[in-house]
């Protein structure tokens, strides 16, 4: 099994490997693609150095699964290239999320959905990916008529230049901004760039891709995106309106009983999801459940994940294990 990583150096890129060490998947050669800038260089995978290559030398090698993370640019131009050799390419950017021809995959929800034909695959927005792994078990039983969410964003998803911006603030020093404003400090609602209808194409993705995984365009949903100065995780605020009548204990237990998904709600010990403590975990933490105080069958939950791992890198990789294990290649 020979696996390309488009994007070996960048932060998710190296997140990926991290993950596809741990998963131990069955990987016969590794090909880390980089930049011009850092090809010759060398990464280091399971206690082997290995030598970065260009997208070039990489689609010569025909590898089985391409894992793409270098951005909606790239792989507009090059998904299609490996596809003509065969290769099954598995995207973590917006390229391909909202063409109708490519499936948007989070595996536990419509994993079962993927044939031989689909050579290109996206991967969801990070925000998404964790809201509908909380809420998916949820729509299963009780169908869910309204969602609205506010997410409160780790810089990290907007990478190592919103880090060193973050960095650079807090010792004060000038540097280059990732954001229009100082983040030190503050929380920023504009996530992405403003579209005419005054939402962000962050807070539409959650519109959009959240139609399509579900498959269900009938669910109402608003959505606030802001970024706040923290580097662990995201966080979301849900509140969510259901079909069918149900209570906090039933909810409580479907989450329980759900896979990737641990729930953490004890507030008479102060115990609720929290980025720092989701930091390195492929899991998605929900807690706060409680019933709407003023509307019928509605309830809020506050969810939290790790936007690096579960919301990019490994969604990724377990897309690439599903297909493995189900021989769909």
């Known amino acids: 099994m020979k696996i390309a990583l488009?994007?070996?150096?960048?932060?998710?890129?190296?997140?990926?490997?991290?993950?596809?060490?741990?998963?131990?998947?069955?990987?016969?050669?590794?090909?880390?693609?980089?930049?011009?800038?850092?090809?010759?260089?060398?990464?280091?995978?399971n206690g082997k150095k290995i030598k970065i290559v260009s997208l070039d030398e990489s689609i010569n090698l025909r590898p089985h699964i391409a894992l793409f993370s270098a951005g909606a640019s790239i792989s507009k131009e090059w998904a299609p290239k490996f596809q003509k050799v065969g290769t099954t390419v598995i995207d973590n950017s917006s390229a391909w999320r909202m063409d109708p021809k490519i499936k948007l995959i989070i595996p536990e929800i419509n994993g079962k959905i993927l044939t031989t034909k689909d050579k290109i695959i996206a991967n969801p927005n990070c925000s998404t990916i964790q809201m509908l792994v909380a809420?998916?078990?949820?729509?299963?039983?009780?169908?869910?008529?309204?969602?609205?969410?506010?997410?409160?964003?780790?810089?990290?998803?907007?990478?190592?230049?919103?880090v060193k911006q973050l960095e650079n603030e807090f010792n004060n020093i000038e540097g280059e901004m990732a954001y229009p404003h100082q983040i030190h400090k503050n929380a920023i609602p504009h996530c992405d760039d403003f579209t005419q209808n005054g939402y962000t194409k962050e807070e539409m993705k959650l519109v959009n891709e959240t139609h399509k995984i579900l498959d269900d365009y009938s669910i109402g949903i608003s959505s606030?995106?802001?970024?706040i100065p923290v580097i662990g995780g995201h966080s979301e605020s849900i509140n969510i309106?259901?079909?069918?009548?149900?209570?906090?204990?039933?909810i409580k237990e479907v989450l329980k009983n759900s896979f990737g998904i641990v729930v953490?709600?004890?507030i008479v010990n102060n115990v609720y999801p929290m980025p720092l403590n989701c930091e390195g975990s492929d899991e998605v933490y929900v807690g706060r459940i409680r019933k709407d105080l003023y509307e019928e069958n509605t309830f809020n939950l506050w969810v939290v994940s790790d936007n690096l791992r579960k919301g990019a890198a490994t969604n990724t990789i377990q897309i690439a294990q599903h297909l493995i294990n189900n021989s769909i290649l």
């Open 6 to 45: 488009i994007g070996a150096t960048g932060m998710v890129g190296s997140v990926m490997l991290k993950v596809l060490y741990e998963r131990k998947l069955p990987i016969s050669e590794l090909i880390p693609v980089a930049s011009d800038k850092s090809v010759g260089k060398e990464i280091t995978f």
């Open 135 to 162: 809420l998916s078990p949820i729509h299963k039983l009780f169908k869910i008529k309204r969602i609205v969410v506010s997410t409160y964003q780790s810089i990290t998803g907007t990478g190592v230049k919103a």
């Open 224 to 227: 606030t995106a802001v970024r």
């Open 241 to 250: 309106s259901l079909e069918n009548r149900t209570n906090v204990k039933e």
């Open 264 to 266: 953490e709600d004890d």
